[in-house]
């Protein structure tokens, strides 16, 4: 008893005095403080003889700490304009990305630049937009891992024979007429330099691909991802996004290549590697996270090991010659999809990649883009040129195989919308196209107008498509032991 009423009475005996600390704060403390500040006002200057300017390669031209006061600035104003224009294109059914891109827009010479030029140099300087597109070049590399990583094998297994026909039959048909665009209508358009080969193929995949991920998005929020017709949508886009990411990285090769001999080079060390991360790094992953999955704190080995292995992948290509987001994408593909550890790496990851680094990356293709530049003279033609092949190639490439291999009409039709949709794989290729200047600045912009715009129209055709009645309803309901493949907050575009 006698100890417990000494501890009650502790504090009170320290506290008994309540000018105590006052004091010793005043006495200690405020004395150092100002023989400091006389020490520095009366014997020091603010002002070096020769102010020193930062530099990076001939980059900067003001200070490193005011370009970073810039830079923090820019990404908070790119964060809430993209995350605000994300929501409202959510609270009218569209995928964000579609609302994120938007954003991007307005912010650049589209909007502000032509409303407020003097407000958009103030904010977005040359300094500031050096760094935005560093991060989000780092927001692409994550994000193609992500894509990797989310591949639907476990649907590629169950509709092989049909996802194959249709998914390569819906490239290959757009694809050829990309070339034949490249070759007559958009000859002129060729930026100086480039090959008519690797112009030709390039606009052949543009006109090619499918957002997996957005597409995954899609399916889930309108309750059509489990379904039969969902299934097969899925697993046809996946086969959709790894041939043409094989084909753009023929083209990457190409323009890389000085000639035919190091082009077949590029490739051969690309198939080659492609190989080692398959047959060696896929399993020695693999036993990796059993050892790491076995005791909970053993999951940072793993995690290290991931991003480790993402940013050495992603340096390999490109030291290769086909750029470093093909790495991030072999990365993705061996990383083990059951594994309690890389599934919360995943989780991890993605947030800083989907709420800053590719909002970042959106503001840097809005600020690099004038939609009215790019659509005075012939180039409003161009865009409903590319918008009327684009469309009209992936419905001839897929709803014909589709009829063939048995379905319905309305369920050809559904298959030829969804894979019209672009979304960020798009975006993707079509940015890494205008940083070899394979297309220039104003094809970019007909492109993404082309993106927009698919992406936008690709859940409000699987809801009029869908039956009611008929033969097709049955595509359309659950599957008996539907395949649950996660829909991670990366497909949330």
């Known amino acids: 008893m006698v100890t417990t009423s000494t501890q009650e009475e502790r504090p009170n005996a320290v506290g008994t005095n309540r000018w105590r600390r006052p004091l010793i704060y005043f006495l200690f403390v405020v004395p150092a403080a100002a023989i400091a500040l ?50 409202l294109a959510a609270r009218f059914q569209q995928p964000r990305v579609v609302g994120e891109i938007t954003a991007g827009l307005l912010l650049g010479p589209t909007v502000l630049g032509l409303l407020a030029p003097s407000v958009s140099e103030l904010l977005f300087p040359g300094d500031v937009r050096f760094f935005l597109t560093t991060i989000g070049q780092l927001g692409v590399i994550f994000f193609m891992f992500e894509v990797g990583r989310e591949l639907p094998f476990s649907l590629l297994k169950k509709n092989t024979s ?25 000859a002129d358009l ?21 957002a997996f991920p957005v597409l995954a998005k899609i399916l889930h929020d309108r ?50 590697y492609a190989a080692m991360m398959w047959w060696v790094v896929r399993p020695l992953l693999a036993r990796l996270a059993a050892y790491t999955d076995a005791d909970p704190s053993r999951s940072p080995i793993l995690m290290i090991a991931i991003l480790m292995l993402i940013m ?51 503001a840097g293709i809005g600020l690099s883009t004038d939609l009215w ?18 469309v009209g190639g992936k419905f001839l490439g897929v709803v014909l195989p589709a009829l063939a291999v048995g379905t319905g009409a309305r369920t050809a039709l559904a298959l030829g919308s969804m894979m019209n949709c672009r979304g960020l794989t798009e975006i993707v290729v079509l940015n890494l196209g205008l940083s070899l200047g394979v297309i220039s600045a104003d094809l970019f912009a007909a492109f993404l107008i082309m993106t927009l715009l698919t992406t936008a129209v690709t859940g409000p055709l699987l809801e009029l498509l869908r039956p009611r009645s008929g033969p097709d309803v049955v595509m359309w309901q659950m599957e008996p032991e539907a395949v649950q493949e996660p829909v991670s907050s990366s497909t949330r575009s």
């Open 38 to 87: 006389f020490l520095v006002q009366a014997r020091t200057s603010w002002v070096g003889d020769e102010p020193a300017q930062a530099g990076m390669a001939g980059q900067l031209v003001a200070p490193l700490h005011d370009v970073l006061g810039l830079v923090l600035v820019a990404c908070a104003i790119v964060v809430v304009a993209t995350q605000l224009a994300g929501a």
């Open 162 to 186: 049909a996802a194959v026909i249709v998914g390569h039959a819906g490239i290959a048909i757009p694809f050829v007429l990309g070339v034949c665009l490249a070759v007559w209508p958009l």
């Open 190 to 210: 060729r930026p100086e330099g480039v090959g008519s080969g690797p112009f030709a193929i390039f606009i052949g995949v543009a006109l090619s691909v499918t």
């Open 223 to 272: 309750k059509i991802k489990d379904t039969r017709i969902g299934a097969l949508g899925m697993a046809t886009a996946g086969i959709d996004d790894v041939t043409a990411w094989c084909l753009l990285a023929l083209v990457v090769a190409g323009v890389n290549g000085d000639s035919l001999g190091s082009v077949l080079g590029i490739v051969l060390l690309s198939v080659t």
């Open 312 to 362: 050495l992948s992603s340096g390999a290509t490109a030291m290769i010659g086909i750029e470093a987001i093909f790495g991030a994408f072999l990365a993705g593909i061996v990383t083990p999809r059951s594994s309690r550890g890389a599934t919360e790496f995943a989780f991890r990851l993605s947030g800083p990649t989907h709420w800053l680094m590719l909002p970042v990356f959106f």
């Open 373 to 390: 530049d790019a659509a005075s003279g012939a180039g409003g033609l161009v865009m409903g040129l590319v918008l009327l092949v684009a």
